[in-house]
C-alpha cells in the first residue's frame, strides 16, 4: 500500500512553491505525473507538514491510499524507487575518493571520506525498498573507510561487538604507561587527555608504529585505540567514548559534547558545530609538532579550552 499526495500548488509566493518542491525532492518521493506524489503508507506522516502549508497558503492538498491490483502495476509503482542511478552516481564520487587517496592530505581525505559517508546515508534514508545496489554501495564505503585507514592510520580499530561496556575503579589505574599508535589524530588525542585530565593525571604515553605487528605494547602497559587493545571501539563507539563510559564520566555534558565532535571526526555520523574547527587546530598542531608528547601537550590545551566553553544555545 501507498500513500498519494494531491498537490494544486498557489501560484504565489514563489518561496512556497520552492520550500514544498525542495522537499518532495528531499522526501524521495515518487512522482506519478505532476503534482501526484507517493511515498509508503508507514511514511503517509510525512506529507502532513507539505498538505498544512499548501493549504495555508491557498493552494489544494490531499492524501489518498493506493494499492496495485496486480503485479504488473506494483512493479510500475515500485519503479518510481528506482535509486540505481543514484548509488551510481555516488559510486563515481566514491571511486574519485579513493583513486586521490595517495595524493591526499590526510585531513582533506577524511572530511572527503566524511562527505562521502553522509552522502550515502541521506541516499539510504530515501530508499525505500533497498535492493542489491544499497548493499553494494555499503560495502564499497566500507572498502573505502579501510583505504583511508590503511593509507593514514595503520592498525585502526576494528570495533568489538557491543556489550556492556564494565564500569572500573579509576584509583586502580594511577600512574600506567599508556600505549597507542604514533602520531595520534583526533581519538587518540582526545583519549590522552581524557586519561590525563581525568583518570591517570601521571600516565606516560608510549607510542607505537605497529601495535599489532613489530611493535607490540610493552608488558604493563595499557593499550587504548588499536586492534587488541584494553580500550578500543565498542559497537558504534569510539575509543574516547568507551574510555568516558568505563569511567563513569559518560555524565559530563560537557565531556559528551567533546565525544560527540570525537565520534564525528573519527567515524562520521552527526555532524556537529564544533567538529570543522576543531579538526582544523588539531591538524595545524600536527604540522607543527613532530614528537607526539609535544603534540599532545598541544592538543590538550585544545581540549581543556572546548571542556572550559559554555555550551551554546540548544
Not at 586521490?100 to 539510504?124: F, H, I, K, N, S
Not at 568489538?160 to 599508556?178: E, M, S
Not at 605497529?210 to 586492534?227: C, E, H, V
Amino acid at each position: 500500500m501507498w500513500s498519494v499526495l494531491f498537490l494544486t500548488l498557489p501560484t504565489q509566493p514563489n518561496a512556497v512553491r520552492l520550500r514544498v518542491w525542495r522537499a518532495l525532492k528531499t522526501l524521495g518521493c515518487g512522482s506519478m505525473r505532476d503534482g501526484v506524489y507517493v511515498l509508503p503508507q508507514s511514511k503517509t506522516a510525512l506529507f502532513d507538514p507539505l498538505v498544512a502549508e499548501v493549504q495555508a497558503h491557498g493552494g489544494q492538498a490531499s492524501v489518498l491510499e493506493l494499492s496495485a491490483p496486480n503485479e504488473a502495476q506494483r512493479a510500475e509503482i515500485l519503479a518510481l524507487f528506482d535509486r540505481t542511478e543514484a548509488y551510481a552516481q555516488w559510486s563515481v564520487e566514491a571511486q574519485n575518493l579513493a583513486a586521490a587517496l595517495p595524493v591526499l592530505a590526510e585531513t582533506e581525505a577524511r572530511r572527503r571520506w566524511r562527505g562521502t559517508a553522509e552522502a550515502l546515508q541521506a541516499l539510504l534514508r530515501i530508499d525505500y525498498y533497498p535492493a542489491a545496489a544499497a548493499e553494494q554501495a555499503q560495502a564499497e564505503l566500507d572498502a573505502l573507510r579501510q583505504a583511508l585507514d590503511a593509507r593514514f592510520s595503520r592498525g585502526e580499530p576494528v570495533a568489538q561487538a557491543p556489550h556492556g561496556i564494565p564500569r572500573l575503579d579509576v584509583r586502580k589505574f594511577r600512574g600506567k604507561r599508556w600505549a597507542t599508535r604514533e602520531r595520534p589524530w583526533v581519538d587518540r588525542l582526545a583519549c590522552a587527555w581524557l586519561i590525563r585530565r581525568f583518570i591517570d593525571p601521571e600516565a606516560r604515553f608510549v607510542w607505537l608504529a605497529d601495535p599489532a605487528g613489530s611493535t607490540p605494547a610493552p608488558r604493563g602497559a595499557l593499550g587504548f585505540d588499536y586492534d587488541g587493545a584494553r580500550f578500543t571501539h565498542v559497537g558504534s563507539r569510539v575509543t574516547f567514548e568507551v574510555l568516558a563510559t568505563s569511567f563513569c564520566l559518560d555524565a559530563d555534558p560537557r565531556l559528551q559534547r567533546i565525544a560527540r565532535t570525537v565520534h564525528f571526526l573519527d567515524i562520521g555520523g552527526i555532524p556537529v558545530p564544533e567538529a570543522a574547527g576543531l579538526e582544523a587546530v588539531l591538524a595545524g598542531l600536527r604540522e607543527v609538532h613532530a614528537d607526539d608528547d609535544s603534540l599532545t601537550l598541544a592538543a590538550a590545551a585544545v581540549f581543556d579550552a572546548l571542556h572550559a566553553a559554555p555550551a551554546g544555545p540548544a
